[in-house]
C-alpha cells in the first residue's frame, strides 16, 4: 500500500521481478530531487484536483483511496519539474466524455490543451491491483505531458508509451512525498501486464504485457541508479 511522506523507500521488490537487466544498484539510492516545489496557492494549473470526490469506495484496509492517489502524484510530480510545464488535471472523468482531443477511450493526455484526463473507469481496473497501480497511471499519464512539454516523445505509437511507461516508473521511484513498499511494485507490474496488448498491426499498439512490465521497471531502476529522467528517451 502507498503511504503519504516524505521520505523515499526503495523496494528490495524491484530485485524480484522477471525484467531482465539487473538492479545497477541496491540501497537508498540518491535523494530525492532537491527542487524547490511549488507553493500551494500555486496558480500554474491544476484546478483538476482537490475539489472533487475519489471515485473508489472500495479500497482495501490501508490502501489510499483514488482521489488521495491521484492528488498526490500530481503533486509530487509537479515538484520532481519544480512546477514547470505544469498540465492541467481533470479528476475523475469517464470514458467517452468530451475531451480537447475529442471523446476520451480512456485516461489520456490532449496536447492541444495540455491537459491530463484521469477515468474513473481507469481507477476501477487499477483497485483490482490497488492503490499503487492507480499511481501508476497517473505517472504515465503525467509522463505524456512532460514529453510533449520537453519534446521527447518518438514518431511511432509503441515507442512514445513505452518511453511513458519508463518516465512513469522513473516518477515513482523519485516521488517525494510518497512511498511505496514491495507490494506496490507488484501491483504496478500486475497493472502493466493487464494493460499491454498484442495487437501487433493496430497503429494504437502499445507495447506487449512484458515490455510495458520491463519499461516501467526500467525507470524505476534508471532513477535507482542515479540516472536522470531523460535517461528513458534515450531507450526508448
Ligand atoms: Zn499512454
Known amino acids: 500500500m502507498l503511504r503519504l511522506s516524505a ?11 522477471p525484467a531482465g537487466a539487473a538492479l545497477a544498484q541496491k540501497g537508498p539510492g540518491p535523494a530525492a530531487a532537491p527542487a524547490p516545489a511549488p507553493t500551494a496557492g500555486d496558480a500554474s494549473g491544476k484546478p483538476g484536483v482537490g475539489v472533487t ?7 482495501s484496509a490501508g490502501e489510499l483511496d483514488a482521489h488521495t492517489v491521484v492528488t498526490a502524484i500530481v503533486q509530487g510530480l ?21 475531451s480537447g482531443c475529442g471523446p476520451l ?8 490543451n ?42 511511432d505509437v509503441r515507442s512514445t508509451e513505452l518511453e511513458a511507461d519508463c518516465l512513469a516508473g522513473f516518477y515513482l521511484a523519485s516521488i517525494p512525498n510518497v512511498t511505496f513498499d514491495d507490494s506496490d511494485i507488484y501491483e504496478i507490474r500486475d497493472m502493466a501486464l493487464s494493460i499491454g496488448d498484442y495487437d501487433f498491426m493496430h497503429p494504437n499498439h502499445h507495447g506487449t504485457p512484458d515490455q510495458r512490465v520491463n519499461a516501467v521497471l526500467d525507470g524505476m531502476r534508471n532513477q535507482i541508479g542515479g540516472a536522470d529522467w531523460q535517461s528513458c528517451t534515450a531507450n526508448y
Do not use: K
Not at 510545464?85 to 467517452?96: A, D, H, L, S
Not at 477511450?105 to 492541444?112: E, G
Not at 473507469?121 to 510533449?148: C, I, K, N, P
Open 53 to 59: 470526490p475519489g471515485a473508489s469506495s472500495s479500497t
Open 105 to 112: 477511450p480512456s485516461s489520456a493526455y490532449c496536447p492541444s
Open 78 to 98: 509537479q515538484e520532481i519539474h519544480a512546477g514547470q510545464n505544469v498540465p492541467t488535471i481533470i479528476w475523475p472523468t469517464n470514458y467517452g466524455a468530451m
Open 7 to 17: 521520505a523515499l523507500a526503495v523496494s528490495s521488490a524491484l530485485a524480484l521481478v
Open 114 to 155: 495540455h491537459t491530463v484526463y484521469i477515468a474513473q473507469e481507469d481507477a476501477q481496473h487499477s483497485y483490482r491491483f490497488g492503490d499503487a497501480a492507480l499511481a501508476y497511471v497517473v505517472a504515465h499519464e503525467y509522463a505524456h505531458a512532460m514529453q510533449t512539454a520537453f519534446g521527447v516523445y518518438n514518431a
